[in-house]
């Protein structure tokens, strides 16, 4: 197809490309204007002005203001020396332009710098996630013989061989590198004075397909098994033009042979490498129909490595072709492109997975007139290390970022019989310099025994030396006087020596938690004796009540039998009273007995079948069970360690708690059964604590209660109904929650009104 001559305005494209290095965001521009002294000294650079790049990606994590100073946003410029660079460009007026690297922020940058009347232009760009790319770039000019320099894999470039008919039969090594003789397969000699085929003479049926690599410039990649010396290896073979010769990659696969997906990672990293480019990038102006609106984009310019890239996949020169008439249909990201003409804002997708070519893209949109410019820089080398290494380089940014321990990285000093005996600081964090009250440049460089003698006389620097001979962590809680004496300080010590030696030691000031600590000690230890007091108390109180409470029973019995006749009916009414007052007396006093004996008696564990416990409750209960005729489910229940009175006590007053509050006119429905616990129910009971737990269920179709009243009910003395309505003391669930706590579990319930409950008894999976 015949192009047609293109006149360029070198004033408007500049103006244009301007505009676009404004707007775009891979590349942050800030403009400077110098400070000076009444000497003409320039003191310091004030920020003018910065693009939305800079406003995005902010340089070393700093988000710089307008009118700021430079050694206001960026305190250590002058110390490490930028600032100067900085005032001889404005000075001499030479533009300079490094790459810098700052190990305290693990961020590499390259920086560009160009003076602007009494100021400059800086320019940045962060190369952390693209030093791999970077890499590739630098071996642009020289890449072939970089690669033959350093790859640790055979390279040859051969010359081909041809015949009077121009046919190519053979090929000649014209260059390599020492990998291709050192494995053993070939040796220097033999490409010296042989040919391919000599060489190898199992290449002769390749020889076809080579020549096809010389005349169309399709790379090929085979993978060759071969016998050399006694030994079977597999060689994955990639084979490019390279001008008018053939260049070769030679890759032992033998030890990697299975691993495929492995191979396909390096082989993409090397075709990479010999890639003239990395980013694709491509003009496309926007079509409109009649009423403006945007319906389609036709490519206007790109990159060679983009128009190849289009070449490939449709066959044809791109260049004046619309987008609809390439696809066919409409493309992916149109409707964003649409948005960035008509709004101006770019669009930046940092990670974009493409399926059909499995790479990863990082796409840049960005407006330029009636079109836009879309850049395409692969990243799928940099994504892939990335996912490898993510999860450790969060976990230790997160630990640089915002941890609270104080860390000191050490280099030990030895003495002439290579002890130890002491430590040289080369990094101090903040939180270091906070405990310490000196700032990390009075620390750096200093011994650490110098600014705290006090860890030798305590002996604790022996113990550093003892870990670190015997290569083990060291980790400790260590107290240290104040220098008056009235205070002690506690202190989490850890110390690891790195594989390079170095010593990293981290500690946090655990006073406050020592003391708190210390404090609740001494309030639980007063709690547990006050609790026994108390259970001790209840016992003795309720056992010594037993007596008078039987007393008046009997004395109001006696009135009754042997005065009822000669008693006014207001005395045999009082008498009656007394009656059900000494009754309810007798069975509030029983029941805190038996609440006080479950608190008090340690618990005898043995295994104890559920079922049978289950099976002897419904025997206690028969005649109440009969009398409401009532209908009982019990499934497969478990055995469990505990004690099986106070396990027979826990069901008795759940299965006569469902009898007892059961609808009237409704037949009583009851299901006890078991299970692994619901996340809810551990939640409720025993927060998860990591055992196996079971959970007890015993489901009623009863009368049912409030969902507020769910914690209240397990109360000592909790009644929600009157005593005219249903008998009982208010301590059966009491009992419930105090025999599954001795238990090692818990209690809690599910209830609403008119549908029924559930109690859930959460207890620990007996192990076999």
């Known amino acids: 197809m015949i192009q047609p001559e293109l006149e360029v305005n070198e004033n408007v494209l500049a103006q244009a490309f301007g505009q676009h290095l404004l707007a775009t965001n891979l590349t942050s521009l800030m403009l400077f204007r110098a400070i000076r002294n009444d000497k003409g000294e320039i003191q310091d650079l004030q920020l003018m002005y910065q693009n939305q790049a800079a406003l995005e990606s902010p340089f070393l994590g ?5 009118g700021q100073k430079l050694t206001e946003e960026y305190p250590n410029t002058k110390t490490v020396g930028q600032f100067y660079r900085y005032v001889e460009v404005i000075e001499t007026g030479i533009p300079f332009a490094a790459v810098k690297h700052y190990a305290d922020k693990d961020q590499t940058f ?26 590739k770039s630098q071996q642009q000019a020289q890449v072939l013989q970089t690669i033959l320099d350093s790859s640790q894999d055979a390279i040859i470039v051969w010359e081909p061989l041809r015949n009077q008919e121009c046919k190519i039969i053979d090929f000649k090594a014209y260059q390599f590198n020492q990998a291709s003789f050192m494995d053993g397969v070939y040796s220097q000699e033999d490409y010296y004075r042989l040919t391919l085929t000599q060489i190898s003479p199992g290449a002769s049926k390749y020889i076809p397909q080579y020549a096809q690599v010389i005349e169309t410039g399709t790379p090929l990649r085979i993978e060759r098994h071969i016998q050399r010396g006694g030994r079977d290896l597999w060689l994955d073979i990639s084979v490019t033009k390279l001008g008018d010769k053939m260049l070769a990659i030679y890759k032992n696969i033998s030890p990697y042979r299975k691993a495929t997906l492995e191979l396909e990672a390096r082989n993409q990293l090397l075709d990479g490498i010999l890639d003239s480019s990395d980013n694709i990038i491509f003009l496309a102006e926007a079509e409109r129909d009649q009423t403006g609106t945007i319906v389609d984009f036709r490519i206007s310019k790109g990159n060679k490595l983009a128009l190849d890239g289009f070449r490939e996949a449709f066959g044809i020169d791109v260049i004046g072709i619309s ?18 003409v008509e709004t101006g804002v770019p669009l930046v997708l940092e990670q974009r997975y493409s399926s059909d070519t499995d790479r990863w893209h990082k796409v840049s949109l960005k407006k330029l007139n009636n079109g836009l410019v879309a850049t395409y820089v692969d990243v799928t080398a940099i994504q892939k290390a990335l996912l490898d290494v993510q999860h450790q380089k969060e976990l230790i940014e997160g630990v640089l970022d ?17 002890e130890i005996i002491d430590f040289r600081i080369l990094m101090v964090n903040q939180a270091a310099a906070k405990f310490s009250n000196l700032s990390p440049d009075e620390q750096v460089g200093s011994r650490y025994l110098s600014l705290f ?36 300080f506690w202190y989490d010590m850890s110390l690891v020596r790195m594989k390079n030696g170095l010593v990293i030691l981290s500690f946090l000031d655990i006073t406050e938690r020592m003391l708190l600590h210390q404090k609740q000690e001494s309030l639980l230890e007063e709690l ?19 007596e008078p409470a039987r007393k008046i029973t009997l004395f109001s019995d006696m009135l009754t039998r042997q005065y009822a006749s000669q008693l006014p009916p207001s005395g045999a009414e009082l008498t009656g009273r007394i009656q059900v007052a000494s009754s309810r007396m007798q069975e509030l006093i029983n029941g805190l007995l038996t609440y006080s004996r479950f608190s008090s008696h340690k618990l005898d564990p043995e295994i104890v079948s559920l079922d049978a416990v289950i099976l002897d409750v419904l025997q206690d209960l028969e005649t109440s069970i009969d009398e409401k005729e009532a209908r009982i489910t019990v499934r497969k229940l478990p055995r469990i360690k505990g004690n099986p009175i106070q396990l027979h ?11 007892k509050f059961s609808k009237e006119g409704a037949i009583p429905e009851i299901i006890v059964e078991a299970g692994p616990a619901t996340e809810e129910e551990l939640a409720e009971t025993v927060s998860g604590r990591g055992r196996r737990w079971v959970a007890i269920r015993v489901k009623d179709n009863g009368i049912g209660f409030e969902p507020t009243y769910r914690k209240q009910v397990f109360e000592i003395f909790k009644r929600l109904h009157g005593r ?11 009992i419930c929650k105090k025999v599954a706590e001795l238990h090692g579990g818990g209690i809690t319930t599910f209830s609403t009104p008119d549908l029924g409950t559930t109690f859930v008894v959460v207890l620990p999976v007996y192990a076999h």
């Open 62 to 66: 700093v988000l710089a203001t307008v």
């Open 110 to 135: 390259h920086i560009a710098a160009t003076k602007y009347e009494d100021g400059l232009i800086l320019s940045y760009y962060n190369l952390t996630e693209k030093q791999l790319a970077e890499r």
């Open 323 to 340: 987008i609809l008439e390439l696809v066919g249909k409409a493309p992916e990201l149109l409707d964003e492109a649409i948005n960035v």
């Open 402 to 418: 915002s941890s609270i321990n104080g860390v000191y990285a050490m280099e030990p000093i030895l003495n002439e019989q290579e």
């Open 453 to 488: 003698p006090s860890v030798k006389d305590l002996g604790f620097f022996n113990q550093y030396v003892e870990a670190i001979s015997q290569n083990k962590p060291f980790r400790a809680e260590m107290s240290f006087p104040s220098p008056d004496g009235t205070h002690t």
């Open 528 to 546: 547990r004796q006050s609790n026994v007091d108390l259970e001790q108390f209840a016992y003795v109180a309720s056992h010594d009540l037993q």
């Open 649 to 659: 006590q826990l069901f008795l007053n759940l299965i006569s708690n469902a009898l």
């Open 724 to 734: 005219t309505q249903y008998a009982g003391n208010g301590l059966g669930l009491a």
